[in-house]
């Protein structure tokens, strides 16, 4: 198996596994702020995606295909860590399970990518073991 498919069957895995947290869940509970800043389920399902989408698009240089309008300037801080009032448990489900799956098969994991934030250059394959294995 080839570090693409361990990679994306780790991500596939592990989103699947926070998806079965929430099933069953009312709308209330999933919504319902679990901290002082208003974080409820659903925002850290909302988050985790976002993170994914961002992270990975950005260092293996493909364009995020999906709006993130929590991450634009102007959005209320922490905004990717609930849900509002607007956005339905369906449409962050759907944001979380888009991903991964098309754009991994795209990346090269040996060549060197730039990590965000001003880390240096590395190959993306030693970046991505290392996030999987924290």
Not at 17 to 39: M, Q, S, V
Not at 95 to 110: I, K, R, V
């Amino acid at each position: 198996m080839d570090q693409k498919d361990v990679l994306h069957r780790y991500l596939k895995s592990a989103r699947q596994a926070l998806l079965w947290k929430l099933e069953g869940l009312a709308d209330y509970d999933l919504r319902r702020p679990l901290t002082a800043t208003g974080t409820n389920l659903l925002g850290v399902l909302k988050h985790v995606a976002s993170v994914e989408m961002g992270y990975f698009t950005s260092v293996f240089n493909r364009p995020c295909d999906v709006p993130l309008p929590w991450f634009d300037e102007g959005a209320e801080p922490n905004a990717d860590m609930w849900a509002t009032a607007e956005e339905t448990r369906d449409d962050i489900v759907a944001c979380s399970a888009s991903p991964s799956a098309g754009w991994l098969a795209q990346c090269l994991l040996s060549r060197p990518n730039r990590v965000p934030l001003g880390q240096q250059s590395a190959s993306s394959s030693f970046r991505v073991a290392s996030l999987v294995d924290r």
